[in-house]
């Protein structure tokens, strides 16, 4: 009889349970709405890492409503008030190590952060490192890596173990993540795509018979030379391409009429980079957009989109401009003066291209750039896509902005996505044409794809360390620690002589004008902005100031470039053209001189101070005249005839 009483209690306890669960369920809901009024689901938003004597913002959110907030930083109370959320600006450290950050609420602490404290000077090393060692290696990539390890070093305490850290995170944290950014995808992309195009109109002749169509009006040195100036700007959308290709398609013409290497290598040289600076669709444009992006991702009062702050950068790029009128002010009038004239004074009246003594470059890295052999060269291979990709950009920018103005369509349009559109069916165009016209099989033309998008490759690698360092300047707050101590000293109107200066330093001593803009371009946007907001100028009147350094910082890396025996485009026009590498830099050296100081004096100073481009653009040309016309001798048409 025990067992049936002990059986009974059993039901009687599983029933008490499972009245309870049900209850608990029931009651779940309710507890849920309390769950605000209980509990705490708050964060802290604050800088990944401090800087000593640097200001910095707190905010805190997601706190229960009908609150007494505090917010202290080492136990000093920064900020006090009630609600939900409360947030402190300005806030300073003084000592390195570590900061603690204590939300208290009702007196009593519900969260707290401990973040590291480095010393304010540490957050200028990534960039500063990176320009040394461009300086000392001569090489960018790995400089650019060394600036990023020592940023994530610096971001993760400056500890052995952060260092250990940051080698890794260089990678797996800031290269991978910038390269994953949907907008930095897109970039690549378009890159890719274009340097296929020039890749296969190359391949197909459709490059060559651009060239084949302008030269029968080559029948003297000067009109040779004007041919060659015009097919520098005929192939505006990649300088490689233009140096390769124009180089090596004139110089048999150029030695007939008796036009000096040199005065070759330079006419092709200063037709090649400044015209891809200031074209609106070339193989830069990628590149150039995706450093602006990455710079002004976390500025506030910019409302312009990357690819209209490049456009509205463009009337301000005086040395490219200069440069291109100065070629076509030589060709007119025939003149020349220092080592050029020397040059072409022994090639014009002795017959002798190239010094007795000289060595001729030569390059075979270029192959992929010529044209399949027995295939005939019509012009309109290349002509077809380019207009193809220029009609597509201009169309996809309106149908994709809105907007009652041609700048309100242009600046709410999706760039990135034209882009592609535009270099994906140039692309379509250029294969379509060599596949049905048999000029290129499928494999072909699929080699000639993959041999200009490789081209394109090591500008992608400097563009994507060039978005990590700006990952890493951001968040060791590079720009702010400049401006706490350079603030009331730069001037905002100076600003863009002192980023000319330095961009050309940088680009003289690395030799490389691609890596210059992805050193200085993530620091010179943000200091610049600061700079204005500082003076409170921060506006629409003064927004030349910001556009003048975007230009000066590629416009300067150029023109370093011309005055740079080590810059790669300088070395590639020697190998184009067939010149003594180093008679190429002697010559062309006083003409980039001229040419650079005159933009800087007359250009890109003035402009600071709110001239209109207008204006000084044209005033810089007529100063080029007069000091050509001063300084310039004429070279004579006397050819000797070999026969």
Known sequence: MGAPKNNNKGKTLNRLTTAGLAGIIACLPLLLLAAPALADDATIDAPQVLLTNVGFDVAVDGLAAGSRIEILVNDKLVAKGSGTSLAAAGIEVADTGTARIDVRRNGKSVLAKEISVIPASVSILPPLIAILLAFLMRSVIPALFVGLVVGAWAINGMTWWGGFIGFFETVTVYIVNTAIDPDHMAIMAFTFLIGGMVGVISRNGGMVGIVDRIMPFARSPRRGQGVVATLGLAIFFDDYANTMIVGNATRPMSDKLHISREKLAYLVDSTAAPVSTIAVITTWIGFQVGLIDSAIEDLEGIDQTPYMLFLNSIPYSFYPFLAIFFVFLIVYTGKDFGPMYKAETRARHSGEVMRKTATASTDKSGDDFYHKEKIPCRAINAVLPIVTMILTVIIGLFISGEGETVTDIIGSANAY?????????GCLMATSLSLGQRLLTLNETVDAWLAGARFMMTGLVLLIMAWAIADVAGVLQTAPYLISVLGDSLSPYTLPAMVFALAAATAFASGSSWGVMAILMPLVIPLCWAVLQSHGIADAEHMHILYSCIACVLTGAVWADHCSPISDTTVLSSLATGCDHMDHVRTQLPYALL?????????????????????????????????????????????????
């Open 595 to 643: 040419g650079g100081i005159t933009a800087l004096a007359l250009g890109v100073l003035p402009a600071g101070f709110g001239l209109p481009w207008y204006l000084l653009l044209p005033s810089a040309a007529i100063v080029l005249v007069v000091v050509h016309r001063f300084l310039g001798k004429p070279v004579g048409q006397r050819v000797i005839h070999n026969d």
């Open 417 to 425: 996505s034209v882009l592609i559109w535009a270099s994906l069916l």
